[in-house]
């Protein structure tokens, strides 16, 4: 079956000016392409791509500027064939910063998406429901968000994100705040959630265990400027178990990323969980 192209990043380059004028070179001559997946019997299963490299090598504004938040100084991206000229309900996003509205209950946080883009109260009724019981938020369902814990915000932002039904989720560390333990339930929430959804994640981290945990292919980023140096496929199968991260292989491709940061150029700091 053929893999249509979900997502293409052509050539494309960013740069800023720092508070001095000095220009900064943020992202140099990305290329990559996300397709669709499929299961053996045909089914959508979407992609789990993650972008891994040092802090402040550009993996957050390479999201950005898929999300339609930013435009590259170069080059092109295509989402579905076609050019991006900003946000769309087609792509939703994650930040590692809790974004739900405070003055909104989980509920109505959840069905403010829904809402705005046309749909029915009593199917509203059925999204809010089923991703408040998906991402376990049952009981808190008429809490505001200044109540919640970090982790229990973050599955807030899921499901808000979740709503909207997506082909395209692009996550920004969305779990980089939160505890060891908190991090790790989160990441299994996330792996089962996406199951459902056959949606395409792009999901940015600095931490290695997190990259290879979670993705299907994992594109590794040399330090700033950011650039593709390796685009590595994960061999571990799905549904993935946590005892996964016990075994040799995992170790080996663990120690074997570690390498390709280490020979990348420029310099920059990852994470490696304990």
Same mark, same amino acid.
């Given at each position: 079956?053929? +893999?249509?192209?979900?997502?293409?990043?052509?050539?494309?380059?960013?740069?800023?000016?720092?508070?001095?004028?000095?220009?900064?070179?943020?992202?140099? +001559?990305?290329?990559?392409?996300?397709?669709?997946?499929?299961?053996?019997?045909?089914?959508?299963?979407?992609?789990?791509?993650?972008? &891994?490299?040092?802090?402040?090598?550009?993996?957050?504004?390479?999201?950005?500027?898929?999300?339609?938040?930013?435009?590259?100084?170069?080059?092109?991206?295509?989402?579905?064939? =076609?050019? *991006?000229?900003?946000?769309? %309900?087609? %792509?939703?996003?994650?930040?590692?910063?809790?974004?739900?509205?405070?003055?909104?209950?989980?509920?109505?946080?959840?069905?403010?998406?829904?809402?705005?883009?046309?749909?029915?109260?009593?199917? %509203?009724?059925?999204?809010?429901?089923?991703?408040?019981?998906?991402?376990?938020?049952?009981?808190?369902? +008429?809490?505001?968000?200044?109540?919640?814990?970090?982790?229990?915000?973050?599955?807030?932002? *899921?499901?808000?994100?979740?709503? +909207?039904?997506?082909?395209?989720?692009? #996550?920004?560390?969305?779990?980089?705040?939160?505890?060891? =333990?908190?991090?790790?339930? #989160?990441?299994? &929430?996330?792996?089962?959630?996406?199951?459902?959804?056959?949606?395409?994640?792009?999901?940015?981290?600095?931490?290695?265990?997190?990259?290879?945990?979670?993705?299907?292919?994992?594109?590794?980023?040399?330090?700033?400027?950011?650039?593709?140096?390796?685009?590595?496929?994960?061999?571990?199968?799905?549904?993935?178990?946590?005892?996964?991260?016990?075994?040799?292989?995992?170790?080996?491709?663990?120690?074997?990323? &570690?390498?390709?940061?280490?020979?990348?150029?420029?310099?920059?700091?990852? %994470?490696?969980? *304990?």
């Amino acid at each position: 079956m053929p +893999n249509p192209t979900k997502i293409s990043v052509c050539e494309v380059s960013r740069c800023f000016r720092d508070p001095q004028g000095k220009r900064i070179e943020a992202l140099h +001559n990305v290329n990559f392409e996300v397709e669709d997946a499929f299961s053996q019997e045909g089914r959508d299963i979407g992609e789990f791509r993650v972008l &891994l490299g040092p802090t402040g090598c550009g993996k957050s504004t390479l999201l950005r500027l898929i999300a339609g938040l930013d435009r590259p100084d170069a080059g092109q991206i295509l989402v579905n064939g =076609q050019p *991006i000229h900003g946000p769309s %309900r087609e %792509r939703g996003m994650v930040f590692q910063k809790y974004t739900s509205f405070p003055w909104l209950t989980v509920a109505n946080n959840i069905a403010y998406g829904p809402a705005i883009n046309g749909i029915g109260s009593a199917e %509203r009724a059925k999204v809010v429901a089923h991703l408040i019981e998906a991402v376990g938020l049952s009981g808190f369902e +008429n809490s505001y968000p200044d109540t919640l814990s970090g982790g229990m915000q973050q599955r807030l932002a *899921i499901a808000r994100t979740l709503a +909207n039904r997506p082909q395209i989720i692009l #996550m920004d560390e969305p779990f980089g705040a939160l505890d060891a =333990q908190t991090r790790s339930d #989160m990441q299994q &929430l996330l792996l089962r959630v996406w199951d459902e959804t056959a949606s395409t994640i792009l999901f940015v981290t600095h931490d290695v265990d997190e990259a290879i945990y979670l993705a299907d292919r994992i594109f590794v980023f040399s330090a700033r400027p950011g650039t593709i140096v390796e685009d590595l496929p994960v061999p571990f199968r799905r549904p993935r178990d946590p005892d996964v991260r016990q075994c040799a292989e995992f170790h080996e491709l663990q120690q074997h990323v &570690l390498a390709i940061l280490r020979r990348a150029p420029g310099k920059g700091q990852v %994470r490696v969980s *304990i």
